[in-house]
């Protein structure tokens, strides 16, 4: 008989409490059933870098799979699940894991891209989303948030991050683990979050991907490990361990991250999981001589779950029969698995059931939410006026009104946006370039079930939007790969005959994500040929990047009218994007990660530590210093003004408060979403500090001519304390600056 057809063990109670369940289970399982909880297999390939297994490798006792891309992600689902609890002695169910990660059929934008959204409860709702489809499909838990820290846009995997601000990171990091596993963990549409790479993978040498990694501990411990105390601090429940050697002991095998930090500090109660094969990779890495020793190392440092390489199931037996793995190590390690799947519910729902979500292509309201989000998560980089291009004469006797609030001479005002209206009145439109057909290549890496026939292109959406009376042309001009049989000259007559040029070049959905690094950023192929070959025709030309990074403009950045961060956007990308260049919507987003204009630059980020020299000494020879566009860099179609910063006192002791605040006005003519971004500078401290420093952000909406206060409560020890290399936090007295906008203050701290 096997432990499902009778429901009288104490594990199978669901009334008791999960502790006596655990303990009632672990007590019955032999060292091999224990041994193979701990071991994860895959289904399917899980991206073009991982190979799917042989299915006579799987047992019924295995603890958990990932789900790679199979398309009957449910039916397999529920036949591996069968085996499981029908199968095995003691019927324990397996945990199905997935990389869900910007969406699961409707795809959402990349995480930099909703980075740049400044909206965390946006994000989250994304998260939600997300979770809620593949939670229908079978899927129990996510591998993810990435909440790796990245300056170096060569690395592929910066399209996964959130930026450059370890602060947003945090923000972002606990908003999708609270998406992901929603109030009621393992109720409906919940999923477990992972929170990933832990940790430091992002500082991968050189951009490349899978390499060395070494990090000072005073950055691991100011930008690295925030977004994942954040995520802990938040509720997720697992984290997976990194490929990365870090300063010559590899994450997947470092006592000091994954115990002391993760479980003693932090107290991390659900299970490691190591990335793919990077136990056995501890072996390439050069830290262990065998499947034996790597297998000890990771499980001693605090891995729980082996994914993929088998080598637990492969090892631990002889290791724990010769003494060199204590049999606690592996009951604890066992605990963690058990618990998850308790809290779950997955032993008193092991299968998933067909729903209306499971069988469907995304319903109206999830495109809704994906195109809101790749409409807040664009950025406007660059407008010299030419955008929003068709803004009819009756659209501006509608918003006038409103518009021309609070101005004082209202008829000569109304009367200049009439003309420029006109002015800009636009017949003939060019749209050309690799992208402005590709819909793939909206959906980005790691977009799971997303599928390019139920995605409209640049091309679909416009021709969709554009009103009547606008004639669009549209002409590839050359392929992403770069061919020299490329030829221009259609796209060239195209650009000469029309009003503007709408040109579409980036990358396609693998050219960014993992192992895909790359070291130029600037356009493949014959893309910036062709972006010469069109400025040349002097039409001005509004250029759009589908892309997983920033790419390298620099050449032809002068020569562009308008310029648009489109990302790897999503399901609804190219319908976000027809909106803004309408000028239906107004973009808002803001740079999450600084924008080089070129790749020699990096690295290059916002909160850098002041320099030696000023002035111009240190600076580049051949090329600015400066970033072509800055962390939070973001144009609107309408204006703000800051007010001088208000503070409520001028000194504020270590455990008082003090409260900064704003007026920020729209002085332009229509509606606009500003992101109030509020960094500090601590300008002589004991470790120095960065040159900004992110504490807080908030976003509101704003109609022509209105204003609101927006307020920083700063708590001393939360927002301008700074950790030591081993993270005790430090608080000194002095002077703090604080910045806004274009405005600065600055108060002291005293004992
Ligand atoms: C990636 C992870 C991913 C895992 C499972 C690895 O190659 O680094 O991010 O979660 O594969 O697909």
């Known amino acids: 008989m096997t432990a499902s057809s009778a429901r009288s063990y104490p594990y199978q109670q669901p009334d008791l409490p999960v502790a006596q369940r655990i303990a009632d289970l ?363 291009f068709v803004a009819s004469l009756s659209q501006v006797e509608r918003v006038a009104p409103n518009a021309l609030k609070g101005i004082s001479d209202q008829p000569s005002a109304l009367g200049a946006m009439r003309s420029t209206c006109r002015d800009k009145t636009v017949r003939r439109i060019a749209l050309i370039g690799p992208l402005a057909v590709n819909s793939a290549a909206l959906l980005g890496c790691w977009c799971q079930q997303g599928q390019a026939a139920e995605t409209p292109s640049i091309a679909d959406a416009l021709k969709e939007r554009l009103p009547s009376g606008i004639a669009l042309r549209v002409e590839a001009g050359c392929s992403l790969a770069g061919a020299p049989t490329d030829d221009f000259s259609l796209a060239i007559a195209a650009a000469q005959e029309a009003d503007l040029v709408i040109l579409c070049v980036g990358e396609d959905g693998l050219m960014s994500g993992e192992n895909a690094s790359r070291s130029t950023l600037r356009l493949a192929g014959r893309q910036e040929e062709l972006v010469q070959a069109i400025a040349a025709t002097g039409r001005p030309v509004v250029l759009v990047i589908v892309s997983g990074r920033p790419l390298e403009l620099h050449a032809f950045e002068g020569k562009m009218a308008a310029i648009i961060a489109l990302w790897a956007g999503g399901s609804r990308a190219a319908a976000a994007l027809a909106d803004v260049l309408l000028g239906r919507r107004n973009p808002s987003g803001r740079l999450a990660v600084t924008w080089p204009r070129t790749v020699g630059q990096i690295p290059l980020y916002h909160n850098m530590r002041p320099r030696a020299r000023l002035g111009d000494e240190g600076a580049y020879r051949d090329i600015a210093t400066t970033p072509l566009y800055e962390f939070a860099h973001g144009l609107s179609y309408t204006t703000f003004s800051y007010s001088p910063i208000r503070l409520d006192q001028t000194e504020v002791s270590e455990t008082g408060k003090i409260t900064a605040e704003v007026t920020v006005t729209n002085t332009g003519a229509r509606e606009g979403v500003e992101t109030v971004f509020w960094f500090i500078r601590d300008p002589a401290a004991s470790i120095t500090r960065p040159l900004k420093d992110l504490k807080y952000f908030e976003q509101t909406s704003l109609a022509p001519g209105a204003s609101r206060v927006f307020r920083f409560e700063i708590e001393p020890q939360r927002d301008l304390s700074f950790p030591d290399g081993d993270g005790r936090r430090i608080l000194e007295p002095g002077e703090i600056i604080l910045m806004t906008g274009d405005r600065r203050a600055s108060f002291l701290v005293v004992r």
């Not at 006579?56 to 398309?71: L, V, W, Y």
């Not at 199905?96 to 990349?110: E, K, M, Q, W």
């Not at 994000?123 to 593949?134: D, S, Y």
Request: proline share 6%.
């Open 26 to 388: 672990l007590g019955r399982m032999t060292l091999e059933e224990k041994i193979d909880q701990l071991h994860q297999s895959s289904i399917g390939d899980t991206n073009p870098n991982n190979l799917a297994q042989r299915t006579e490798e799987f047992r019924a006792t295995d603890g958990s799979f990932i789900m790679g891309g199979p398309p009957t992600v449910l039916a397999t689902r529920n036949a591996f699940q069968k085996r499981a609890m029908e199968a095995s002695r003691l019927g324990i169910p397996a945990v199905f894991g997935s990389d869900v990660i910007h969406g699961y059929r409707a795809i959402t934008p990349l995480p930099l891209a909703q980075a740049c959204s400044w909206n965390p409860a946006l994000v989250q709702r994304g998260c939600a989303m997300a979770a809620e489809e593949a939670k229908a499909h079978g899927i129990d838990w996510t591998f993810a948030p990435m909440v790796d820290h990245c300056v170096d846009a060569r690395w592929g995997r910066i399209a996964e991050t959130f930026g450059e601000s370890p602060y947003a990171a945090s923000v972002y990091s606990a908003a999708s683990v609270r998406g992901f596993q929603g109030e009621n963990f393992g109720g409906p549409g919940s999923v477990a979050a992972c929170l990933k790479h832990y940790v430091g993978y992002g500082a991968s040498e050189g951009g490349r991907d899978y390499v060395y990694t070494e990090i000072s501990s005073q950055t691991l411990w100011e930008m690295h490990l925030p977004p994942f105390e954040a995520g802990v601090r938040a509720g997720a429940r697992t984290v997976m361990s990194a490929f990365n050697d870090l300063n010559g002991t590899p994450t997947s095998a470092n006592p000091y991250t994954l115990t002391e930090i993760l479980r003693k500090r932090w107290g991390l109660t659900g299970p490691v999981v190591s990335d793919w094969a990077a136990v056995a990779q501890l072996i390439n890495q050069g830290f262990a001589a065998d499947e034996a020793e790597a297998t000890e190392k990771a499980l001693k440092a605090g891995v729980d779950i082996d994914m993929a390489d088998g080598l637990y199931r492969k090892c631990d037996v002889a290791l724990v029969a010769s003494g060199r793995l204590p049999l606690t190590l592996i009951d604890d390690a066992v605990r963690r698995v058990l618990r998850l799947k308790f809290e779950l519910g997955i032993f008193e729902h092991p299968y998933t059931e067909t729903s209306a979500l499971s069988a469907a292509a995304p319903n109206p309201a999830q495109l809704a939410l994906a195109e809101e989000l790749a409409a807040r998560s664009l950025v406007l980089l660059k407008n010299d006026g030419v955008l929003p």
